[in-house]
């Protein structure tokens, strides 16, 4: 997972390629789109590697940089992250459109449950750590300088760094560290903050500049956990009288944090203007050298994915990171692209795929049989998709962990057995043999027989065709709805699954709504099928509890969207963030994995290893290339403006 962030989920558009995880932490915002996104969000900048464990270390021994396995990457003392210009130009202005399918927001407040956060105001907010986005599980010191993980792994201490400001100039005390975790722990705070938290047990004020945050378990993940708690000042919301505003109430009351930006100016919920902060404490660290280099970072949001990509064909933005295989042959061209004035790059990332499917809501008795929801996988034709509608551009998704050594391949491997053995009574027998394939419609396949399967699996759990549709044994029709958002452009990708699905018998409605109302009916768990990403991780840990557990199924607002409720589940996540070694975590997550892919949870849709970025040729980007990063994050934290004679872009 990645530091400070329960891996938020949101839906996807039909060509999106996955985000990534330390790209998360290293860059872009997950989009303003919830607190899940806020946690995400926020992530980005934060901590690249939650999942971390802790170098081994003497007691009281506090070091500069913790990581799971091995030591940090780098040295300390380290000059700045491989993957930045350390000499590049500060200055100039970033235009951006919105980084998701938000068309206006309601607050500045990231860490609530309601209303829509501005875009980027993640780049107001930093964390005792961060991580690096060339490296799957480690966290530097940032608002700490330095770091001592107790010997029984049952606690961790931060010591502030005495430079570390907030926007007001006051310091960054160990009272703001606790006030910020005690609220986010709180009701006030969105729901997933109190659970990515829960194995936190409290926050200890030592000194003026030292805070220990006390576990419930030994968990390697917890010390970055903790590490990646966003910090906030105590002031913010107080009044001019010295009474404080509710922190759910908080709204448009300016953010006081430590990060690099402040709010210059914003516009009617559709456009706002960050400066950088001219005093922003933190410049000269080797964890910001060469990042954080535009002097205004500027985001417009428009009405839906067609204006957006017209604006930026007219030059009103600066980037565009294209998400729909479709646009990127055949829409994003034109003149300025002929002449060299807009670029078009693919960028390689190595996030993991995640997972982007249909979701089924198992708290509907509909979905309630395996035997169904294979059904429902076997009448997705992705080949066809594939050819018709994304030029070829995807891989079909067959695991919660594509594109990583995270993926369970073949037969149960002993150390998996050992996890799953005990749980056989639990589990259907198939998860003991091979691997999931999903199915193909390739030659020699086809989707004549992938829908003979579905209708034999079908008439196994009752349902018949008669009297024109599908039925069970009361005479009741198959039918259900897929729930999507308005700006999606998902339509001909539904279009074609629901016409596979009248084959079967199966009626099925096509509903839309505008993102913020399709937020709240997730959020309510009001839904039959919708599509849901999963980003990709490296180090697996709290953010699959808090996607899996059984305990956030009737949660409002939690990420355990499909309602998942599996006692074998829960034991394999429990091994999960226990793992003391990676080999243990490779266990479980594979273990975890199969489980899933049995299950039928979701109908796996596809990924791509590439981030599709068209740019405006005044701006570069670092040589190197960071391996775990978001589009949107690393172009706002890594690049820069070119001289106004620049050449033309690499």
């Not at 329960?6 to 789109?33: I, V």
């Not at 100039?92 to 068309?103: C, D, F, H, M, S």
């Not at 995807?394 to 053995?421: H, I, K, V, W």
């Amino acid at each position: 997972m990645t530091i400070g962030s329960p891996r938020a989920r949101r839906p996807r558009s039909p060509q999106r390629a996955a985000p990534s995880k330390q790209a998360a932490r290293a860059a872009a915002p997950r989009q303003a789109a919830r607190a899940r996104a806020a946690l995400a969000r926020f992530a980005r900048r934060a901590a690249a590697g939650v999942t971390l464990a802790f170098v081994a270390v003497p007691a009281a021994h506090a070091v500069y940089a913790i990581a799971q396995y091995g030591e940090p990457k780098y040295p300390a003392g380290f000059a700045h992250f491989d993957y930045v210009n350390p000499d590049a130009p500060k200055g100039g202005t970033l235009v951006l459109a919105n980084p998701n399918r938000l068309t206006t927001f309601d607050k500045f407040n990231p860490f609530t449950m309601r209303g829509n956060p501005a875009p980027g105001i993640d780049l107001l907010f930093e964390s005792l750590t961060t991580g690096s986005a060339d490296e799957p599980a480690s966290a530097y010191g940032l608002l700490a300088d330095d770091i001592a993980v107790a010997p029984d792994g049952l606690s961790v201490t931060f010591h502030l760094n005495p430079r570390a400001r907030f926007s007001n100039g006051e310091p960054v005390t160990a009272a703001d560290v606790k006030y910020s975790f005690d609220t986010l722990k709180s009701p006030k705070a969105a729901p997933q903050y109190p659970a990515y938290y829960a194995d936190i047990a409290r926050a200890v004020i030592v000194d003026a500049a030292t805070v220990r945050f006390e576990f419930r378990r030994k968990n390697r993940e917890l010390p970055l956990i903790a590490g990646g708690i966003p910090v906030f000042s105590r002031k913010w919301g107080v009044r001019a009288d010295g009474s404080h505003i509710a922190f759910d109430q908080i709204a448009f009351e300016q953010p006081i944090g430590s990060g690099p930006y402040l709010i210059e100016r914003y516009d009617s919920g559709r456009t706002i203007t960050y400066r950088r902060n001219p005093a922003y404490w933190g410049a000269a660290l080797p964890v910001r050298i060469g990042t954080n280099n535009f002097e205004r970072i500027v985001y417009k949001l428009y009405g839906d994915g067609v204006a957006r990509l017209e604006a930026f064909k007219a030059g009103e933005y600066d980037v565009l990171v294209e998400y729909i295989a479709r646009n990127w042959a055949r829409r994003d061209v034109g003149k300025r692209f002929d002449s060299g004035e807009l670029v078009k790059r693919e960028f390689r990332q190595h996030n993991g795929a995640g997972m982007q499917g249909f979701f089924m809501n198992l708290r509907r008795p509909l979905f309630q049989d395996v035997r169904v929801r294979h059904a429902l996988d076997l009448a997705f034709d992705f080949e066809w998709l594939n050819r018709q509608l994304f030029y070829g551009a995807y891989t079909r998704l067959n695991s919660y962990f594509a594109d990583t050594d995270l993926q369970a391949t073949g037969t149960p491997s002993a150390g998996e057995l050992a996890l799953l053995a005990p749980l056989r009574a639990q589990l259907d027998p198939a998860v003991f043999g091979p691997m999931t394939v999903q199915p193909s419609t390739d030659l020699p396949a086809s989707l004549r027989a992938n829908l003979l399967k579905a209708r034999a699996l079908l008439a196994e759990a009752g349902w018949t065709y008669r009297d024109g549709a599908l039925r069970n044994a009361k005479g009741e029709p198959f039918v259900f709805e897929i729930l999507d958002d308005s700006g999606s452009a998902f339509e001909p990708v539904v279009a074609a699954y629901i016409r596979n699905l009248a084959k079967l018998g199966i009626v099925v409605k096509y509903r839309t709504a505008d993102f913020a109302l399709l937020q709240k009916r997730l959020d309510a768990f009001d839904y039959d099928m919708t599509t849901v990403r999963y980003p990709g991780v490296q180090v697996p840990g709290a953010e699959q509890v808090a996607r899996f557990a059984s305990r956030y199924a009737d949660e409002p607002g939690s990420d355990n969207l499909t309602g998942l409720k599996s006692p074998a589940v829960d034991a394999i996540l429990k091994a999960l963030t226990q793992a003391e070694t990676r080999d243990e975590l490779l266990d479980a997550t594979h273990a975890l994995d199969r489980v899933l892919m049995h299950g039928y949870y979701a109908v796996p849709q596809w990924y791509s290893a590439v981030h599709r970025i068209a740019f405006k040729r005044t701006l570069a980007y670092p040589s190197v290339l960071p391996l775990y990063y978001s589009a949107e994050g690393w172009v706002a934290s890594t690049w820069w403006a070119r001289p106004e004679h620049g050449a033309s872009a690499r």
